[in-house]
């Protein structure tokens, strides 16, 4: 991610894809048994209850290069 | 039998169900007085990707627009059915209250990062070389980041207090990360009333704009995410 103290519209609409990436990945009804723990290309490590930016970062990434 | 990768709970199927992850048909699998949207694929199931966990969102966005729905995290698969309604059905009683709570409600982000001295870790607190060498010289640098890190929680705290009282929402419907990365202050999850989450957006991004020390973005109106399990 770019230095986000100083914001443009590009950063925004990153910042916003950060945030559904993180809810998509790490928030949802968990349905435990079952659940799969990767994601080709996308590395979830956890820090606590939160996904380390890396991996979300990567995945927003991705796709603003398929945008 | 066939793996089935698992996008959101329901009461009941909606009519038009989008299509499910790389095209497939999205199919519905019952689970007691409940049911789940589901993609079935062996390889699918196998292979999920970058790519498919916007689709997930794209497809659990597409339902919520129809009905109330809970968004399962993704990735989630079960073995079959049979798998499916062994998961879901035993928390039906409690699935069922949080579809209540959330039915027609959608979520906001607001993520507030630091901007100007407040960017800077340990500000405030200059390290100079310290006489005793370059041991106590480390653990002084230690020292002082860690007074910035805490500096930086109380304040993302008091920003997090701050909105709780700003805000036209219940408590209970907003639920704050504080200093989840270096850049972030606050990640703060919203449930909007029905209806609202536009005004309510306008609301938030006027609140979060009075706010110094950090610029705000605010993003949504997603599917209810974060409220889908209990606190």
């Known amino acids: ?67 | 039998m066939t793996r089935l990768v698992v996008h959101a709970i329901a009461s009941a199927p909606v009519e038009r169900a989008p299509a499910g992850l790389r095209g497939a048909a999205l199919r519905w699998v019952p689970a007691g007085g409940l049911g789940a949207w589901v993609t079935p694929g062996d390889e699918l199931a196998a292979t999920l990707a970058r790519d498919d966990v916007f689709d997930h969102h794209r497809i659990v966005d597409t339902l919520f627009r129809e009905g109330a729905h809970l968004p399962v995290r993704f990735p989630t698969v079960a073995e079959d059915d049979a798998g499916v309604a062994a998961l879901v059905a035993p928390r039906e009683a409690e699935l069922r209250g949080t579809l209540a709570r959330v039915a027609g409600r959608s979520e906001l982000a607001l993520t507030l990062l630091w901007a100007g001295s407040q960017a800077v870790p340990g500000r405030g607190h200059a390290v100079r070389p310290a006489p005793g060498g370059p041991g106590r010289t480390f653990l002084e640098s230690k020292r002082v980041a860690l007074a910035g890190s805490e500096d930086r929680r109380r304040t993302a705290e008091a920003l997090a207090k701050l909105l709780e009282a700003e805000l036209p929402v219940e408590r209970a419907d907003v639920r704050h990360a504080i200093c989840p990365s270096a850049e972030v202050a606050l990640s703060t999850a919203i449930l909007a009333p029905a209806g609202q989450a536009e005004r309510l957006k306008e609301t938030v991004t006027l609140v979060a704009s009075r706010l110094e020390g950090v610029r705000a973005v605010v993003s949504g109106p997603w599917p209810p995410y974060t409220f889908a399990e209990a606190a």
């Open chain 1, 1 to 67: 991610m770019s230095d986000l103290r100083t914001l443009g519209p590009d950063d925004e609409l990153r910042v916003s894809l950060v945030e559904l990436a993180h809810r998509l990945l790490d928030r949802g009804v968990v349905l435990t048994g079952h659940a799969t723990i990767s994601v080709a290309g996308v590395d979830l490590i956890y820090l606590g209850l939160s996904v380390v930016l890396s991996g979300v970062e990567a995945l927003v990434e991705a796709k603003e290069r398929s945008a």
